[in-house]
């Protein structure tokens, strides 16, 4: 079964860092898109950055641009989300999520987690002093 599981989040303090993991299993990325999105409860997911695997597109959301990195490791099959200079409005919980052949602008601008293809359970992050 295909799937993702992520990891990495946590409590750190305003200004801090965290790096998150997610890792994927029973697949390969060739051919996908993969995004961060938070999702806060009531509310529309917000894609916070998103990576295409066909061409190495990067995007990101405003509220994150210059503080976090995402990335790729194609040999472990993972796609990491490198948080820095956290604020508490980055709270939230984190998931990722895959679909095929889209760029990255469309992965994160899809609202509906059921568009995509496969996605993980998450995991929270808090940035409190």
């Known amino acids: 079964q295909a799937h993702f599981v992520e990891f990495g989040g946590g409590l750190v303090q305003p200004g801090g860092s965290l790096r998150l993991s997610c890792a994927a299993s029973?697949?390969?990325?060739?051919?996908?898109?993969i995004g961060w999105f938070r999702q806060d409860p009531g509310k529309e997911r917000e894609g916070v950055s998103c990576?295409?695997?066909?061409?190495?597109?990067?995007y990101y959301s405003d509220s994150v641009k210059g503080r976090f990195a995402i990335s790729i490791d194609n040999a472990k099959n993972t796609v990491y989300l490198q948080m820095n200079s956290l604020k508490p409005e980055d709270t939230g919980h984190y998931y990722c999520?895959?679909?095929?052949?889209?760029?990255?602008?469309?992965?994160?601008?899809?609202?509906?987690?059921?568009?995509?293809?496969?996605w993980g359970q998450g995991t929270q992050v808090t940035v409190s002093s």
């Open positions: 029973g697949f390969t990325l060739d051919l996908y898109a």
């Open positions: 990576i295409s695997n066909n061409d190495g597109d990067i």
């Open positions: 999520s895959a679909a095929v052949l889209r760029s990255a602008e469309t992965m994160c601008s899809i609202k509906s987690r059921e568009l995509d293809d496969v």
